[in-house]
Every structure is written in C-alpha cells, then in structure tokens.
Antibody, heavy 122, light 107 residues
Framework: EVQLLESGGGLVQPGGSLRLSCAAS????????MSWVRQAPGKGLEWVSA????????YYADSVKGRFTISRDNSKNTLYLQMNSLRAEDTAVYYC???????????????WGQGSLVTVSS | ERVMTQSPATLSVSPGDRATLSCRAS??????LAWYQQKPGQAPRLLIY???TRATGIPARFSGSGSGTEFTLTISSLQSEDFAVYYC?????????FGQGTKLEIK
C-alpha cells in the first residue's frame, strides 16, 4: 500500500523557518515526481512546489519562490520542504502528494499524505 | 496561469439523486483535468484523471466528462458518504491550479 506521512509542522513566528518531511512507502520513490500542496484554514487547495524523481528539477509557485526549497533523499524515501522567511499567509495544512510521472511536475496527485499544520503567528 | 472556476459553490441534493458539478478553465487544458473529493479533516482523494478516467477503487457512480475549457463531474445516485467538497485541478500548464471547490450538501 502506498503511504505518505508528513511531519515537522508546528507554530513558528513570522520570519522564522521550518522544515517539513514526508516519509514515503509502498512504491519505488525515485520513480515519481512529488509535490507539496497546501490548504489555508477554511480555504481551497494551492500547489506549492514539485520535484522530479531524480531531484534534478524543481518547481515553485510564485508565492513561495525564493523562500521555500524542495528536496528529496531517495535513499531514505523522504521528501522535504524547507520553509524560510515565513509569513502569516503561509499558515496552512501542507500535504505531500505523489505524482504520476517521473520527471514532470504536471500531474494529478495520488495519494496524498494526511497533512501537517504550519501556523505562522507571533 | 490557468484559472479554474467551479460552480455552484454549494449544491444541495437529496440522497439517491444525481449531482452535476461544473469546472471551467480560463484557457484550454485539453483533457488534463482531475477531480478530488475532500471530507472534513481528511486529505483530498483522487476520483478522476484525464477528465474521464476513474481512479483505482472509485465507484462507477462517479463519472467525468468534458475537454478544453468545460468539464463536469457527475455522481449518479448520491450516497451518504458522497457529501463532501469537490475540487477540480488542471495539470496542463504550470502552475497546476485548482478550482475553489464545490460543497455538496444534503438537501
């Protein structure tokens, strides 16, 4: 069974940093692009970032470009999202999600992790 | 950026009836469209990809149609577990974008 388990969320002050992790199991992790998608409280879904299966290509939404960094460790079957210079508007549940293709960030997502809540507040 | 617009925002339907949800793209996304179901406190679940292909394990009462800019998700006979929020997503052009969601509630 394919499973994704996020961790690392929590409360952080504006301007602070946080690193999310997503542990994957049940599939050959390096064969698939992975993404982060977030959902602000009571709001809809927003794609944040994606990375190819090899880790050689990364993609970001304009809203996080220059502040967030996506990476992966295929030896550990783990996806990461390093979030710096956090703002109140970054408050959201962050989901990791498996893409269908190896290289392209453009894909439907299946499955999704259970999500990790990031709250940016003083 | 492709803007995805879903309608209606809220749809009230009785169990056993048919529900029709719409998603419109600001520019053509070909058939590169997915539908997701999200229940409170849960992650989204993939229902449909390629505009009309059901994901593994999705009941046949869920069907998708459309191409280009107009898409429809139809639930043929609503079950109690189908009341949730539904999102469409285009993956034709970066960034992949989602609609704002349609809340399907019990009438």
């Amino acid at each position: 069974e394919v499973q994704l388990l996020e961790s690392g969320g929590g409360l952080v002050q504006p301007g602070g940093s946080l690193r999310l992790s997503c542990a994957a199991s049940g599939f050959t992790f390096s064969n698939y692009a992975m993404s982060w998608v977030r959902q602000a409280p009571g709001k809809g879904l927003e794609w944040v970032s994606a990375i190819s299966g090899s880790g050689g290509s990364t993609y970001y939404a304009d809203s996080v470009k220059g502040r967030f960094t996506i990476s992966r460790d295929n030896s550990k079957n783990t996806l990461y999202l390093q979030m710096n210079s956090l703002r109140a508007e970054d408050t959201a549940v962050y989901y990791c999600a498996k893409g269908y293709y190896t290289s392209s960030s453009l894909s439907w997502f299946d499955p999704w992790g259970q999500g990790s809540l990031v709250t940016v507040s003083s | 950026e492709r803007v995805m617009t879903q309608s209606p925002a809220t749809l009230s339907v009785s169990p056993g009836d048919r529900a029709t949800l719409s998603c419109r793209a600001s520019q053509s996304v070909s058939s590169n469209l997915a539908w997701y179901q999200q229940k409170p406190g849960q992650a989204p679940r993939l229902l449909i990809y390629g505009a009309s292909t059901r994901a593994t394990g999705i009941p046949a009462r869920f069907s998708g149609s459309g191409s280009g800019t107009e898409f429809t998700l139809t639930i043929s006979s609503l079950q109690s577990e189908d009341f949730a929020v539904y999102y469409c997503q285009q993956y034709d052009t970066r960034p992949g974008t989602f609609g704002q969601g349609t809340k399907l509630e019990i009438k």
